[in-house]
T-cell receptor, first 114, second 115 residues
């Protein structure tokens, strides 16, 4: 069964460092998403991406965050200068279409900022 | 305003019993979809079941069914014959078709199945 793959599974970084989280969505999917989940809390929307541009972003997704799809397969989330409060599980998801189409999630990348 | 409300932060259920996880939602969009995801302790998000706002019948997927009451804006997940492996966090989520393409999640219900 096709799946969304995320790397790394766990990253530990120092505050102020840049982090790039990588995702390979399902190949025929057109809509891509990043969500985050702070430990024990709800899953929060960060950004959606379609047709090589951001279609929507939340207030969490400030200037420290960026996304890109550099080569038609990878979908990356960059955090420019990490803060302690960026420590969370980051989920990538993809969807073939909107509406009734299901978001398929990756296994997540756990980011720990020290 | 809270779009998805899950009022049960935690539940304990005896194995083999049926369990209902509550979810209410708030939208003015006539076209929307409701999803349930399971998050086991390993952390991944597993899709369980989907219900569209125009679907005439309640969705079912194996032991999972969705009790959709549109007028009450509720979309409760029913798990029949619960198993130990059902112990997990369960999230209700909604996508409003007329607004955007993202789904938004409730706070979740942690389900514990007791042997």
């Amino acid at each position: 069964e096709p799946e969304v793959t995320q790397t790394p599974s766990h990253q530990v970084t120092q505050m102020g460092q840049e982090v790039i989280l990588r995702c390979v969505p399902i190949s025929n999917h057109l809509y891509f998403y990043w969500y985050r989940q702070i430990l024990g809390q709800k899953v929060e929307f960060l950004v959606s991406f379609y047709n090589n541009e951001i279609s929507e972003k939340s207030e969490i997704f400030d200037d420290q965050f960026s996304v890109e799809r550099p080569d038609g397969s990878n979908f990356t989330l960059k955090i420019r200068s990490t803060k302690l409060e960026d420590s969370a599980m980051y989920f990538c998801a993809s969807s073939e279409d909107t509406g009734a189409n299901v978001l398929t999630f990756g296994a997540g990348s756990r980011l720990t900022v020290l | 305003a809270q779009k998805i409300t899950q009022t049960q932060p935690g539940m304990f259920v005896q194995e083999k019993e049926a369990v209902t996880l509550d979810c209410t939602y708030d939208t003015s969009d006539p076209s929307y979809g409701l999803f349930w995801y399971k998050q086991p302790s390993s952390g991944e998000m597993i899709f369980l079941i989907y219900q569209g706002s125009y679907d005439q019948q309640n969705a079912t997927e194996g032991r999972y069914s969705l009790n959709f009451q549109k007028a009450r804006k509720s979309a409760n997940l029913v798990i029949s014959a619960s198993q130990l492996g059902d112990s997990a966090m369960y999230f209700c989520a909604m996508r409003e078709w007329g607004r955007d393409d993202k789904i938004i999640f409730g706070k979740g219900t942690r389900l514990h199945i007791l042997p």
